[in-house]
């Protein structure tokens, strides 16, 4: 698995668990080294998620989506894989904007909810989606979806390789195709990096944490 991007941890996080988010922000600076997630609030990688991953699909998926854009009409039709990449992209640069609403609008602020709760030992209300399996249930596959259609992107574009035949007269890629491809394959290692850091960090944890709070005494789902 790829590592997530580095963030950095206070001198105190051994006892993560107990720092608050804006502790976490102000400690950042003070030490090197990856955070150790597992010590530290659910809240504060939800929220290097928004900061970092969230914020690269915002800037990149419109970016990415006029660049392709621009290649598929100038290079379509002597290279029509262009034409494929062009409506995958749009297709799960569509799909993804709404992943990402619902992920910041529903469960990571039900996340936070359930650990300040739990932190400050009041009661959980159960949320309008019954479990929190539910809703991770359907990312999950939302990501699934994901990560076919980023296979299929670098299939299309031959492993992110300009074709040869778009090469300058000196042999180094077109530099169109070079921008292209690099801004592709730097999104799809970033988006890899994201769906790790929420299907083997977060979820797990969330599915955990509600437990705890809950006493296994879980509502059926809706
Ligand atoms: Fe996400
Ligand atoms: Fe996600």
Redesign the pocket.
């Known amino acids: 698995m790829l590592p997530l991007s580095p963030l950095r941890t206070g001198p105190d996080g051994a006892s993560g668990r107990f720092l608050t988010r804006k502790n976490l922000t102000m400690n950042q600076n003070l030490t090197e080294g990856p955070p150790d997630w597992d010590s530290l609030p659910l809240a504060a990688l939800t929220d290097h998620?928004v900061e970092t991953?969230h914020a690269f699909c915002r800037r990149e998926l419109p970016r990415l989506d006029a660049m392709l854009k621009t290649a598929a009409d100038q290079h379509g039709r002597r290279y029509p894989a262009l034409r494929h990449i062009y409506a995958l992209f749009t297709k799960m640069s569509r799909d993804l904007y709404m992943?990402?609403l619902?992920?910041e609008e529903t469960l990571f602020p039900y996340i936070s909810q359930v650990e300040e709760n739990l932190r400050q030992n009041l009661p959980v209300g159960w949320p309008r989606f019954g479990t929190v399996e539910n809703p991770i249930r359907l990312?999950v596959e939302?990501?699934d979806h994901?990560g076919n259609e980023l296979n299929a992107i670098r299939r299309l574009s031959n492993n992110f390789t300009p074709p040869s035949s778009a090469a300058e007269s000196d042999g180094s890629a077109d530099p169109d195709f070079a921008t292209l491809f690099d801004a592709l394959q730097a999104f799809e290692r970033d988006m890899r990096e994201?769906?790790h850091a929420?299907?083997d960090l977060l979820f797990p944890r969330a599915i955990a944490l509600e437990e705890a709070a809950c006493g296994g005494k879980k509502p059926s789902a809706p």
């Open positions: 998620i991953h992943h990402l619902k992920e990312l939302d990501h994901t994201h769906i929420e299907n």
